[in-house]
């Protein structure tokens, strides 16, 4: 029985963690809405991808969102974009993403 507690706060903990870091260079990428965009240059599209599970635990919605978000920035950031657009809702831990040149 300790044993199966033990894998379940491990689990449990792996959920709640947050594993992709913003790039420096990605500290000035903003994450928009469409209807922000309107004067801004296209770059690229990118689809970031994430753990939405650790086992038959789920993580959670927000941290999935927040890392997806995060690896948008980061990849913006490497095409020389400065602003990333959801372009997509999530599905199975991913979600496709517009990137631009607004600044």
Known sequence: MKHILTALF???????????DLEPDAQSVAVART?????C??????TASVMDGVGFIDRSEKKVKEELATIA???AAR???DTVVPAS?????????SVYRCR
Not at 35 to 39: M, N
Not at 41 to 46: A, D, L, M, N, T
Request: proline letters at 0%; one cysteine or more; charged letters at 20%.
């Open 89 to 97: 809702s999530i599905t199975d831990g991913k979600q496709h993403f």
């Open 35 to 39: 209807q922000d965009i309107a004067e």
């Open 79 to 81: 095409l020389g974009g």
């Open 10 to 20: 491990t689990l449990t903990a792996l959920g709640a963690c947050t594993w992709v």
């Open 73 to 75: 920035r980061n990849e």
């Open 41 to 46: 240059e296209s770059i690229s599209h990118v």
